[in-house]
């Protein structure tokens, strides 16, 4: 019975044990996940470095601001079809918020990114930031982040101090794979309701 009891249990072990993966095939895994980990850091980084920029161009209105408010819609692709619907390529896309004054700052108190269906994606700007004269601000929209689809859009809810002077929105979406370059641009157009 002990013998038998041995021989099932040494067949066990001789079952259940994988055999030693070659040393490339576990560099490889292991170079894998040092990439997933890298990327996981870098876009935490982003998101950080994203959070900082927005927080240290906060601004709270003050009680003697006389404004006027408009809203801007930006299409934006997450990527674009090819020879089918089975088929696409995704984009890098830079969202730049430009003011065009000279003299005066604008104001963007919210915006919101969109996907293709119309379900808000995420909000950019828990509080009211500014853009100094002539400067662009810019929101990057990374090529594996695909939600937005191929008909992605931002709404941005903007003020300013001066009628005559409105924040001007804008995007450049890009890929290249392989020798294939693949550029959009798209510009902001305001909304009247």
Request: net charge negative; hydrophobic share 35%.
């Amino acid at each position: 019975m002990k013998l038998i009891s041995l021989c099932v249990l040494v067949l066990f072990f001789l079952f259940s044990c994988e055999p030693p993966k070659p040393p490339a095939l576990l560099e490889k895994e292991m170079k894998e996940a040092q990439e997933k980990i890298k990327q996981v850091q870098n876009q935490t980084k982003i998101k950080e470095e994203f959070d900082q920029n927005w927080n240290y161009r906060a601004y709270t209105y003050k009680a003697t601001d006389s404004l006027f408010h408009g809203n801007t819609y930006l299409a934006i692709y997450s990527e674009i079809y090819s020879r089918t619907a089975d088929r696409s390529f995704p984009l890098t896309a830079t969202v730049s918020i430009r003011n065009t004054s000279l003299q005066d700052s604008v104001f963007i108190n919210r915006s919101e990114y969109y996907d293709t269906h119309g379900k808000v994606i995420t909000t950019y700007f828990d509080r009211t930031i500014y853009v100094s004269p002539m400067e662009t601000v810019e929101i990057i929209i990374a090529e594996d982040h695909i939600k937005g689809g191929s008909g992605g859009n931002f709404v941005f809810h903007w003020s300013s101090r001066n009628q005559k002077i409105k924040p001007l929105f804008d995007a450049v979406m890009v890929s290249a794979s392989g020798q294939q370059g693949i550029s959009i641009t798209t510009h902001g157009i305001e909304l009247t309701d």
